[in-house]
């Protein structure tokens, strides 16, 4: 049962993955550096994927957490970088809160590799992510 949703994991990262690069990881940096919205925008969509492709790896929960602890700091970076703007501020709130959320599920999955996961836990876990990360560049391009 484990190996089925592991691999069941393993597409959907591979989805993100895949819809990650399709959303225009292509741009030049001048670009970015001439425009914060679109910097934020690559940088969030970089967290994101990131914390969603950990969540869907699974493994050590506690390494699980290291890792998400990381892009929660990358989120607090960016907002004192590029949260001039209210609306963006908030929304980079809630997308670390939302990581935060994630580290504490973490927490909570079994050190068994084997033990199995509920996997409609973390696709919730996954989903906040991605929107909360939607908001925030809504945010900025409506700011």
């Known amino acids: ?10 597409v959907f990262a591979g989805a993100l993955l895949l819809a990650g690069c399709t959303a225009g990881g292509g741009g030049s940096t001048t670009a970015a550096a001439d425009d914060p919205c679109q910097a934020v925008g690559s940088e969030v ?8 492709n950990v969540l869907a790896a699974g493994g050590d ?3 699980m957490q290291e890792s998400l602890d990381g892009y929660s700091e990358r989120v607090t970076a960016l907002d004192e970088e590029y949260g001039a703007d209210t609306g963006t501020s908030e929304a980079l709130g809630v997308l670390g809160e939302q990581i935060d959320a994630a580290s504490e599920f973490a927490s909570t999955l079994p050190a068994d590799p084997d033990a199995e996961v509920d996997a409609e836990a973390v696709a919730e876990q996954q989903g906040a992510i991605s929107e909360a990360a939607t908001e925030v560049t809504n945010s900025c391009d409506a700011g």
Request: glycine share 4%; no cysteine; aromatic share 0%.
């Open 45 to 52: 969509r970089d967290i994101s994927n990131g914390a969603q």
């Open 61 to 63: 929960p506690s390494e």
């Open 1 to 10: 049962m484990q190996r089925i949703m592991t691999s069941a994991a393993l």
